[in-house]
């Protein structure tokens, strides 16, 4: 069974850094394609991040607009860990954090548990 469990969630102030962490088990980590998202309270799940793999275990990333240049998505195949760098974090980038990966028909179709990222002003 494919699941994937996150960490690294937490509290940090305005300015400063937190990097998620989501290890996937039951399939093979570079089959699969992954992103993150996060969801706030009372507002709709927004998209983060993502990666496509290209090959030789390389990918493509892409990212949602307000978070280029301050987030980063990356993985450590070797442990079949998805990452998500979060830096300059602001009270509008607090909400929960999923990973997710997409399944045959390039849906999100697994998804983590979520992390609780807070920022304080």
């Known amino acids: 069974q494919f699941q994937l469990v996150e960490s690294g969630g937490g509290s940090v102030q305005a300015g400063g850094s937190l990097r998620l962490s989501c290890v996937a088990s039951g399939r093979t980590f570079t089959d699969l394609n992954m992103g993150w998202f996060r969801q706030a309270p009372g507002k709709e799940r927004e998209f983060v991040a993502s990666l496509r793999w290209r090959g030789g275990g390389t990918y493509y990333s892409s990212y949602g607009t307000s978070m280029k240049g301050r987030f980063i998505i990356s993985t450590d195949n070797a442990k079949d860990t998805l990452f998500l760098q979060m830096n300059r974090l602001n009270p509008e980038n607090a909400a929960v954090y999923f990973c997710?990966?997409?399944?045959?028909?390039?849906?999100?179709?697994?998804w983590g548990q979520g992390a609780q990222v807070t920022v304080s002003s």
């Open positions: 997710a990966a997409q399944g045959d028909l390039d849906r999100y179709d697994y």
